[in-house]
């Protein structure tokens, strides 16, 4: 059955989280904060890690790589939302649209990898640390990400491209302040069993192998953290990994109960509200999860605001 109005449809309607224009005014003041201190809070990190050079280190470069992640993650749905409230427009074309959905995926998905592999340079620097430098060779590192970056695209893709076959009839409101793959897809008024099956068959897949290789990684790294003998050493240890081990919780945990929350509820707007914990509480979080954890970022990051480098380097001059 071919649907005529298939072309018709030009753009699509966030519906957001209110309609209350009190409750919008808080909404834009709460998003727009969390968004400049998601951007301040991991440019930051880039920077201290970037112009230290105690930091040039494969962890510290992963380290970087997720807060370069989480800027483009909270730049794709954030600056949208603050521009339609701002407007009193809340359009978005169709090609934006599924451009959202595309970099939204990619993006989460790089994330996802990127924690797999942080997991993975944390199990290697505790469980076999003569050979750290010899495994995480700079040109590996690059290569890890690089692969996550080019998997990752061919998931949103996929998805992506699976949903522009659907076809979309008059209704076109979202019930969402971004546009979320799975309630796109059920404002299609073709057969979408395939997408949805693709969403869950791919989707565990995809984030499944990270947190396997996670939960492997870190069963490994607290059995051998425990055999340690100096408290120092352990203490270390623990140290490093537990802000890690921080991210992953805040990440998986809060993309875990949106999605158990939206089996339990039907109501849109406790879904939409369910996932602003996963797709912008993680990325504000993560640079202060870093910065009060670990004290060598700590130091970087003292020294990049008040410029003492530069001010000795001047001395010396």
């Known amino acids: 059955m071919k649907f005529k109005n298939q072309t018709v449809v030009s753009e699509f309607i966030l519906v957001g989280l209110t ?87 990619t993006l989460g998905g790089v994330e996802s990898c990127l924690l797999g592999v942080m997991a993975y340079d944390r199990y290697v620097a505790i469980c076999q640390p003569l050979r750290y430098r010899l495994i995480l060779t700079p040109y590996f590192c690059v290569l890890l990400v690089v692969l996550s970056l080019l998997l990752s695209t061919v998931y949103g893709l996929l998805h992506s491209l699976m949903a522009l076959q659907l076809s979309f009839c008059t209704n076109v409101e979202i019930p969402h302040f971004f546009c979320e793959l799975a309630q796109v897809i059920k404002l299609a008024c073709s057969e979408n069993y395939v997408n949805t099956l693709l969403i869950y068959s791919a ?19 607290a059995f051998s953290i425990l ?30 109960g949106v999605y158990l929350s939206s089996a339990v509820t039907e109501s849109s707007t406790e879904n939409a509200v369910a996932s602003v914990m996963y797709i912008v509480i993680p990325q ?26 530069f001010i000795l380097l001047c001395h010396c001059l």
Request: glycine letters at 6%; aromatic letters at 14%.
């Open 284 to 309: 504000m979080m993560n640079p202060f999860i870093y910065r009060l954890r670990n004290k060598e970022m700590k130091t970087a990051l003292r020294l990049l605001i008040t410029g003492k480098p």
């Open 227 to 256: 055999r340690m003998s100096p408290v120092g050493e352990r203490y270390k240890a623990f140290s490093t990994w537990g802000s890690h081990l921080s991210i992953v919780f805040l990440f998986y945990g809060t993309g875990f």
């Open 19 to 105: 309609d209350d224009p009190e409750r919008q005014l808080l909404i834009f003041s709460l998003f727009l904060a969390m968004y400049l201190v998601t951007l301040l809070g991991n440019l930051l990190i880039i920077l201290a890690v970037t112009s230290d050079s105690h930091l040039h280190t494969p962890m510290y470069f992963f380290l970087s790589s997720l807060s370069f992640t989480d800027i483009c993650i909270s730049t794709t749905t954030i600056p949208k939302m603050l521009v339609n409230m701002q407007m009193q427009d809340r359009s978005i074309t169709y090609t934006g649209c599924f451009t959202q959905i595309t970099c939204a995926l």
């Open 203 to 221: 989707g565990n897949i995809f984030f499944g192998v990270p947190i396997v290789g996670i939960i492997f990684s870190y069963t490994k790294i």
